[in-house]
């Protein structure tokens, strides 16, 4: 896992659930086809509003239509990210379209555990609300061993939450290649 990771941020507000994230129609994708794998990032927020809703992300689309790949390497958010279904789909879905690394004000417990678990996002926690302080389109960058961000336009610095016991996991790609490394698992 690399410990500094910059990127171009895609902005979103409070209260984002799993349905927006990965609507239900796309779930009877195959996580485990690579082929099928890629549309979950095809159709990653393809249920958020735009700015019609006063969503902080500018009217931009997560994804660009028909492209399997976002823009944005770093997602920033509110308050209550990934509540709603237990979906695992959400952050593989987040993950396909190249996102790495998610800040939130708070997570939904299951969403960050599902970024943990499955290794598919680095799930961080902001010490303020950051939406107000990051717009879409904005570079940032993140270091995740001092637990800080960079928004490089405003040169304004924010502390995040330490990853504290989370961070192996993530380190090994998920709990199962940790249980191997670790040897709980064969």
Do not use: W
């Not at 735009?50 to 958010?77: C, H, T």
């Not at 904005?138 to 304004?156: F, Q, V, Y």
Request: hydrophobic residues 35%; neutral net charge; proline residues 5%.
């Amino acid at each position: 896992m690399q410990n500094t990771l910059t990127g171009k941020t895609f902005v979103l507000g409070d209260d984002v659930d799993t349905d927006q994230i990965i609507p239900a129609e796309y779930l009877s994708l195959n996580p485990a086809d690579r082929q099928e794998r890629r549309y979950f990032g095809m159709h990653a927020c393809c249920g958020v509003p735009l700015a019609a809703s006063g969503l902080p992300n500018g009217g931009y689309r997560f994804v660009p239509e028909n492209q399997f790949k976002s823009d944005f390497q770093i997602m920033v958010a509110g308050r209550n990210f990934g509540c709603g279904s237990s979906r695992e789909h959400a952050p593989l879905a987040i993950a396909e379209a190249g996102v790495r690394v998610v800040v939130a004000e708070f997570y939904a417990r299951i969403f960050y555990r599902n970024c943990v678990n499955g290794g598919y996002l680095i799930p961080c926690e902001s010490h303020q609300r950051l939406i107000n302080e990051i717009a879409t389109g904005d570079e940032c960058s993140i270091d995740l061993n001092a637990a800080k961000l960079t928004n490089n336009r405003t040169k304004k610095t924010f502390m995040l939450q330490p990853l504290g016991d989370a961070k192996p996991i993530i380190e090994a790609g998920g709990v199962f290649e940790y249980a191997r490394q670790t040897g709980m698992l064969k």
